[in-house]
């Protein structure tokens, strides 16, 4: 259904377009707004295009920045001998909100996925690696950011899915002959969860997983 207003329906077009935003969720959304007083629309407004001016990617681990480069990369307090590999920044804060990592990070962009024409030269791959590889001559990133030329471990958080899976084994093997260690966040069942509702590959990944208590 189209609607008599263009412009009514051009925002249900443009909101339709997010992801995981379908019409109906778009339509919604537009009749919201709609009903909204017009000072709290224009604050909505302004916060995207401020957003947009604004914030842009740190020009080390690629994580959401106000600056050249973000707050994590710029604390001296961090580890830096550890790398959490990441597929989007919205990753880093769900890491952070745990409380039990203090090293930095390095978001991809995404995960392999051939099928929809997603190759390693369409993800960070190669600015990881060169992150890994030794300085000539020193290992200073010249823009205060932590130098991460002495990484001795590189944590693969990549999501638990096909794509992620198989990103995670692309980048052991590239980085394994550099000489850093490889891991990957463990995966199991759900605090709260179930046995008789967890499927099977999960039940085994965490028999896999398992440790002494």
């Known amino acids: 259904m189209e609607y008599s207003s263009?412009?009514?329906?051009?925002?249900?077009?443009e909101l339709s377009k997010l992801p995981g935003?379908?019409?109906k969720t778009a339509q919604r959304l537009v009749f919201f707004l709609l009903k909204t007083n017009r000072p709290e629309v224009e604050k909505l407004a302004s916060a995207i295009v401020d957003l947009k001016a604004r914030v842009r990617f740190c020009s080390q681990c690629f994580n959401v920045s106000e600056g050249e480069i973000c707050a994590i990369c710029g604390n001296t307090k961090r580890d830096p001998h550890t790398l959490c590999v990441v597929e989007?920044?919205?990753d880093v804060v769900a890491l952070e909100k745990t409380g039990e990592y203090r090293g930095l990070y390095h978001v991809l962009g995404g995960a392999l996925s051939p099928l929809d024409g997603i190759?390693?030269?369409?993800?960070?791959?190669?600015e990881l690696i060169r992150r890994l590889r030794p300085a000539p001559g020193g290992g200073d990133s010249g823009n205060g950011a932590i130098t991460t030329r002495n990484i001795e471990e590189v944590i693969v958080a990549?999501?638990?899915t096909a794509e992620g899976e198989a990103t995670a084994l692309y980048l052991a093997k590239l980085i394994h002959p550099l000489d850093v260690k490889v891991t990957r966040i463990a995966r199991g069942v759900p605090m709260g969860g179930d046995l008789e509702f967890?499927?099977?590959v999960t039940l085994g990944r965490a028999l896999q997983s398992r440790m002494p208590i």
Request: proline share 7%; glycine share 10%.
């Open 6 to 13: 263009s412009a009514v329906e051009s925002a249900i077009l």
């Open 21 to 23: 935003i379908g019409r």
């Open 88 to 90: 989007e920044a919205n």
């Open 119 to 126: 190759g390693p030269n369409d993800l960070r791959i190669g």
């Open 158 to 160: 990549t999501n638990p």
């Open 198 to 200: 967890t499927d099977e």
